[in-house]
């Protein structure tokens, strides 16, 4: 199945939740940058964990930045979403590689590190970007998350992350589900929750089982009557363009950019989160010079 995301509400109304299947977008950012598979799992969960927040962005335009900053090898992971949960990611060190758990499972906590911080950026096209951030708790990703938003947002979260890599190293299965409680929950809800979470076990053996995300919603809130209020098809999408390139250059100034011409000649600028590349030659670069003089 292609990805996707699905939102839901319990008929109850106290329980909201979204879920994404995302295993295209995320076998896109391991060839992108070429991730090893414990960075493909920590940059796949992240871009899950993003789409889903970014989803629940109202404006058009609008987007969201997820940020995980550990002190283990894979340094900073960055996801970034639009408000319909398009994402695009990156990842410090993609090649790491690190020995597997015990239990046979990728590493991601100790790639991550466990001393670090999770930090949330809600740019809604105001003057002023929305910022949280809290500290990382084992730098799993998913527990992470859930803290956030309870200590950051005082909102009662549930959160699976869970990405599988295959044999060859491409992604198996990815995806992820967010359950957030509503005012007026109830204790029972609260158990109901936690109790159904428990019941259907691990993110990545119901992916595996069944990718559909509305399926992987109905398994883990089996005790809810669910009512499905979107479903929406996500990519690994990215808005780079040769004139915002352009505009980098420009953003260096006459003098760093007259350096770069004596220096280099031409430039060639790639994407941090995607395989464009973009040449500038050194005719182009002078003419860029000369109408930034003419401006001043
Ligand atoms: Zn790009």
Not at 43 to 55: D, E, I, P, V
Not at 74 to 103: F, Q, Y
Not at 156 to 161: K, N
Not at 234 to 253: D, F, N, P, Q, T
Request: hydrophobic share 40%; charged share 25%.
């Amino acid at each position: 199945m292609s990805d996707r995301l699905v939102r839901a509400i319990s008929k109850d109304g106290f329980v909201k939740a979204v879920a994404v299947s995302t295993r295209d977008l995320t076998e896109r950012a391991r060839q992108i940058h070429k991730t090893l598979p414990v960075g493909t799992a920590a940059l796949g969960r992240t871009l899950a964990a993003a789409s889903m927040m970014g989803n629940a962005l109202k404006s058009s335009g609008s987007s969201l930045t997820l940020q995980i900053k550990g002190d283990g090898p894979l340094g900073k992971i960055l996801a970034v979403s639009d408000n319909e949960g398009n994402v695009r990611g990156t990842v410090d060190n993609p090649s790491v590689d690190i020995p597997l758990r015990s239990d046979g499972k990728l590493d991601v906590g100790a790639a991550v590190g466990f001393d670090g911080m999770l930090t949330v950026i809600r740019d809604l096209n105001m003057k002023e970007p929305y910022v949280g951030s809290v500290g990382l708790l084992g730098g799993e990703i998913a527990e992470d998350l859930a803290a956030y938003f309870v200590e950051s947002e005082q909102i009662p979260t549930a959160c699976g992350l869970g990405v599988l890599v295959d044999r060859d190293q491409s992604v198996l299965t990815a995806g992820g589900y967010l359950i957030q409680l509503l005012p007026g929950a109830s204790d029972d809800v609260i158990t109901m929750v936690e109790g159904g979470i428990y019941a259907a076990g691990p993110v990545t053996e119901l992916l595996k089982e069944d990718d559909d995300p509305e399926s992987l919603l109905r398994r883990v809130m089996s005790d809810f009557e669910l009512e499905i209020l979107e479903t929406t098809p996500i990519e690994y999408r990215c808005y780079c363009s040769r004139e915002r390139m352009e505009a980098a250059l420009i953003s260096l100034g006459p003098e760093e950019l007259q350096k770069l011409i004596e220096e280099q000649g031409d430039a060639e600028l790639t994407c941090r989160f995607c395989d464009n590349v973009q040449k500038f030659t050194k005719a182009q670069l002078e003419t860029m010079l000369l109408d930034m003089q003419k401006k001043t």
